[in-house]
């Protein structure tokens, strides 16, 4: 169940489809450990757009060649990504730079999930631990201690493995309670 069908007023921002090019001489799995490489100047202006009542249209990185242009650059104009809608409640920002977003954070949540859950979520296939660890060597590199580290400074973590239903429970509450400190 996505964050819109959830019906909590929220619209899914995919930091995946902002992910840059990555620079000549450095693996794409480094490049995702840095900040810099997610278009925060696209996701601002995304945010712009949403925040302004009309849709916009996600970019769609060239994944075959992780250091080529877009195959899209998204924005206004109907394209070949993720349509947005305006939010009634606010934008859900996920992706491994989450916590680098500099933008109003309501608040900041976790999905804490066991690394083979992870790997087969990454790839598609079911992985034995140590299968596991291999794909998570290999697809988020160094970043992995950084992304471990960010569970401290969540407002809500959410167990990965749990129902789905489960998961949207734990998300609303967090909603309402911060509806309730606005107040």
């Not at 001489?25 to 712009?48: E, N």
């Not at 859900?92 to 500099?102: S, Y």
Request: proline residues 8%; contains cysteine.
């Amino acid at each position: 169940m996505s964050a819109e069908a959830s019906n909590i007023g929220l619209t899914h921002l995919p930091l995946d489809s902002y992910i840059l090019p990555a620079p000549a001489g450095l693996s794409f799995a480094d490049w995702l450990a840095h900040p810099g490489c997610i278009a925060w100047q696209v996701v601002f202006s995304h945010l712009t757009v949403l925040d302004a009542g009309s849709p916009c249209y996600c970019p769609v990185p060239n994944w075959s060649k992780r250091s080529e242009p877009w195959v899209s650059a998204g924005g206004i104009t109907p394209g070949k990504g993720q349509m947005l809608r305006p939010a009634a409640l606010g934008y859900l920002v996920e992706g491994t730079q989450a916590f680098a977003f500099r933008g109003e954070v309501a608040a900041r949540l976790y999905v804490a999930s066991p690394d083979a859950i992870v790997a087969e979520r990454l790839t598609g296939v079911p992985r034995t631990p140590s299968a596991a660890a291999e794909v998570l060597r290999r697809r988020l590199a160094s970043n992995l201690p950084l992304l471990r580290a960010q569970r401290g400074e969540a407002d809500l973590v959410i167990d990965g493995t749990a129902p789905r239903a489960a998961q949207i429970a734990a998300l609303r509450a967090l909603m309402a309670r911060l509806r309730l400190d606005a107040t």
